[in-house]
């Protein structure tokens, strides 16, 4: 069975570029997140989908990032324009349910660089 | 709000030995545990979950946790450490729609 799927696994940009990050997730499976990681910390939420409705947006900063996920399978994460802050592992997770507890599978993340 | 503290953000076991990371949680209904491990350049793996069954959890690559309420524990074991355990070790909290809250993660060192 295939893994998540990310790409581009690493990104160097100028600030104020735009940038996006593609994410497939495993077949069948509902739910999609995305998480941003910065160095030494772990992982922190950005958006949660279940098929293609977000139904847990609050921590995405809507100022100059977007997701989306058009038919509910594959999802893009787009930053408009980026800051040097910016820079961390973007990482997409998905499982087949939201149900607490149900596994989360993650894919090998994309590296930004933003300079 | 739910939340974990993993206590040393770095660890250093000689092979052979014991491999032991602490995770402590705060939740305010009975919580979901997992550990995760990702290895450099790569996403995080499932080590292993607690989801209020058995409270010794047994993992993958010999790794267990014992779920501790008294204590809100969460530790992750290992008798032996081989030089291929050297990773990132996560403690996560499972919350409302399966969103996760992590800690910040203990780096994992084994010496030969």
């Known amino acids: 069975e295939a893994g998540v799927v990310q790409s581009p696994r690493y990104k160097i940009i100028e600030k104020k570029q735009p940038v996006a990050f593609w994410c497939n997730p495993i077949?069948?499976?509902?739910?999609l997140y995305w998480y941003l990681q910065n160095l030494g910390q772990g992982p922190e939420l950005l958006i949660r989908y279940e098929n293609e409705e977000a139904v847990d947006d609050s921590q995405l900063p809507k100022d100059r990032f977007s997701a989306e996920r058009l038919k509910g399978v594959d999802s893009t994460l787009k930053i408009q324009p980026a800051e040097l802050g910016d820079s961390a592992v973007y990482l997409c997770?998905?499982?087949?349910?939201?149900?607490?507890?149900?596994?989360?599978?993650f894919g090998p993340g994309t590296r930004l660089l933003v300079l | 709000a739910q939340s974990v503290t993993q206590l040393g953000s770095h660890v250093s076991v000689s092979e052979g030995a014991l491999v032991l990371l602490r995770c402590n949680y705060s939740s305010s209904v009975p919580p979901y545990l997992f550990w995760y491990v990702q290895y450099p350049n790569q996403g995080l793996q499932l080590l292993l979950k607690?989801?209020?069954?058995?409270?010794l959890v047994k993992g993958i690559n010999g790794f267990e946790a014992e779920f501790k309420k008294s204590e809100t524990s969460f530790h992750l074991t290992k008798p032996s450490a081989h030089m291929s355990d050297a990773a990132e070790y996560f403690c996560?909290?499972?919350?409302?729609?399966?969103?996760?809250?992590f800690g910040a993660g203990t780096r994992l060192t084994v010496k030969p």
């Open positions: 077949s069948g499976h509902n739910t």
């Open positions: 997770a998905s499982s087949l349910t939201s149900g607490r507890g149900e596994t989360q599978y």
């Open positions: 607690y989801t209020s069954a058995a409270t």
């Open positions: 996560a909290v499972s919350v409302g729609g399966n969103d996760m809250r």
